[in-house]
């Protein structure tokens, strides 16, 4: 019975959460900036444990739905980066992270609308704010729908893929959003630590997918630098 009761009080808070991020990702995507971004990304002024994570848990939430309702990532944790100071450019780099390819699922292929012999290429960068790692993800490309010019950047360069990508006025298809960190966990996030993850399509402006992208951002994101 207690196993029961502490199963739906867990599923009852993380419905709660996932229904805050929704209505923050609407209030986002519907006025953009009537999210205001210097309150929502304030910490608590009290020092409480308890206080520190209702904080820690409202940034996460603030971030993870500036994110499900923009067109960029890239854009949403540059301003993320000047809002909170953390590097005098803030301006993100993409380190390219050595490994073997992940192989492109079947249903991966039908979301970029390709065949099983399209040639596809893979990405796996840390996205870096100064000396903040605040993201690791995994890009799946189709080269063959972007310009000669962009596969050049992104074989050559640190270029984060969204600025690289930006002339194609590019849309965002959210796919799902985890949560890998909660105010229940026993120890509170440090900067490298999995706060949560998101998969999204890319597609043009055209509507014709071109990416299929996994994110997954990391305690590094709850800093602040000085100002």
């Known amino acids: 019975m207690r196993r029961a009761m502490d199963a739906d009080a867990d599923g009852t808070m993380r419905a709660e959460r996932g229904k805050r991020i929704a209505v923050l990702a609407l209030a986002a995507s519907v006025g953009g900036a009537a999210v205001a971004p210097a309150a929502l990304a304030e910490e608590p002024a009290a020092i409480r444990p308890s206080d520190a994570r209702a904080g820690t848990e409202r940034l996460i939430e603030t ?11 890239t854009a949403v944790l540059e301003a993320w980066c000047a ?3 953390l590097a005098i450019d803030p301006h993100l780099t993409a380190v390219r992270v050595p490994g073997p390819d992940k192989p492109l699922s079947g249903i991966q292929r039908e979301r970029l609308a390709i065949g099983p012999d399209e040639p596809i290429r893979y990405r796996r960068v840390r996205l870096t704010c100064g000396e903040h790692v605040l993201s690791e993800a995994d890009n799946w490309y189709v080269p063959g729908r972007l310009t000669p010019e962009m596969n050049q950047v992104l074989d050559t360069t640190q270029t984060p893929f969204g600025r690289v990508v930006h002339p194609l006025a590019p849309s965002r298809r959210n796919l799902s959003l985890k949560t890998l960190w909660t105010p229940t966990d026993l120890e509170m996030p440090g900067p490298e630590k999995k706060l949560f993850y998101v998969e999204a399509v890319l597609s043009t402006a055209a509507g014709v997918p071109f990416c299929e992208v996994a994110e997954t951002y990391t305690g590094a994101v709850l800093a602040r630098g000085e100002r």
């Open 83 to 85: 809002e909170r100071g």
């Open 63 to 73: 971030l993870s739905a500036r994110l499900l309702a923009a067109h960029s990532a």
